[in-house]
């Protein structure tokens, strides 16, 4: 791509603003396990190293007859859904407004923690206030400090998220419904998808065979497609951050890297190394084409078991993504390389999505020719894995995460409180 000692110099200059904070809970650390999430603020750019294996399954509630295989014929994704349903679709249906209800923390009661970060905690709630088994009652409520959100400069990207969120209304992203604050922390009511994490269920299968990889990543095009026209580029894309809907749709979350851009050039060091663009590694400025990148990763990623680029340290991973090296598996599908080679172009000049067609390359590559495009927006293609949801507030299919609620009650002052007053 590039002469070697140009990129390292250039690596080891991007890598200068790297502050390296590893987690303290760690599941199982496994070789070539580490996943690393990147947040940057202002100078400083902070790594959370989060251990994963990408061929050992953490604890999942996929079902055992599941497990053993992964494959949809590609027939079958123009076909509209059968109607083997744990929950009709009536009944999970939300509106962008929750029919123009008016909501007060009080009226939710806690019922688990479904996920945590560096500076807070995602909790399954329920609104108290809902008697009748039609209105949407269980919520994802993001709960994040307000000390913590400060401390580690992230205002920028907290407000960002906010923004960009009340402004979508897609398929295949999570609605947020009410934001608030306290005197300790910010919260965002969103949408509950209680299918759990598509990484969950890519772990227990080891990897995707090519008919459902297709079904996921065009749900996921779909997405980045419109974001796109909005001028977002979302620059957090990974199975981790893929939420399955009580019927095994896509639902994309954690909007806190995403980023109104417009016309124009982003700098800014974020996301997770593993899906990083040579471009945001180099420091060159980028666009909408990062995205495009992590995508054609996550196709990888699916189909393989693994992400093309992986170490055990970001240098690594950085070394790799700059060298351009893949690896490619004899058995692999040929039409899905095709694709994933024109999506990982170094040149983004040159990468399928960022020439003049845009996405529309994407979405004609033919290996996505058995997808009717209408179809999968109206979610009528049947999904090749239904979760097991047995009622819309079950959490059966998230991990269980230590339910210490004390880091939430440190109060912030007037001054620091006032920074959030459109929350």
Known sequence: MQSRNTADKQLTAAMGKLVLRATS????????????????????????????????????????????????????????????????????????????RQFRLEQFNWLKTVGTGTFGRVVLCED???????????????????????RLKQVEHINNEKS???????????????????????????????????????????????????????????????????SIVYRDLKPENLLLDAEGHIKVTDFGFAKEINERIAYTLCGTPDYLAPEIILGRGYNKGVDYWAFGILCYEMLVGHPPFFSD????????????????????????????KKLLAGDRTKRLGCMK??????????????????????????PPYVPKVSHPGDARNFDDYPEDWSDTDSSVTEDQLAIFQDF
């Open 25 to 100: 809970s760690l599941d199982e650390p496994t070789e070539n396990s580490s996943r690393i999430v990147l947040s940057a603020a202002a100078d400083n750019v902070t790594a959370d190293f989060v251990f994963e294996s990408p061929r050992i399954a953490k604890k999942t509630n996929v079902d055992p007859e599941l497990a053993g295989s992964s494959e949809v014929h590609v027939d079958k994704l123009m076909r509209k859904p059968s109607s083997r349903r744990t929950i009709r679709r009536r009944t999970l249906k939300i509106s962008r407004e929750t029919d123009g």
């Open 357 to 382: 067609e845009g996405v529309g390359e994407i979405k004609s590559h033919k290996w996505f020719r058995p997808i009717n495009w209408t179809s999968c927006y109206e979610r009528k293609l049947e």
């Open 313 to 340: 340290n970001p240098m690594g991973i950085y070394e790799k993504i700059l060298d351009g090296l893949v690896r490619w598996p004899k058995t692999m599908d040929l039409v899905a390389k095709d694709l994933i």
């Open 128 to 150: 108290s206030a809902v008697k009748d088994d039609t209105t949407p009652k269980y919520f994802a409520m993001k709960i994040l400090r307000i000390r913590d959100v400060l």
């Open 164 to 230: 960009i969120l009340e402004r979508l209304n897609h398929p295949f992203i999570v609605n947020l419904f009410w934001t608030k604050h306290d005197t300790s922390n910010l919260y965002m009511l969103l949408e509950y998808a209680p299918g759990g994490e598509l990484f969950s269920y890519l772990r227990s299968v080891r990897r995707f065979s090519s008919g459902t990889a297709m079904f996921y990543a065009a749900e996921i095009i779909l997405a980045l497609e419109y974001l796109h026209e909005r």
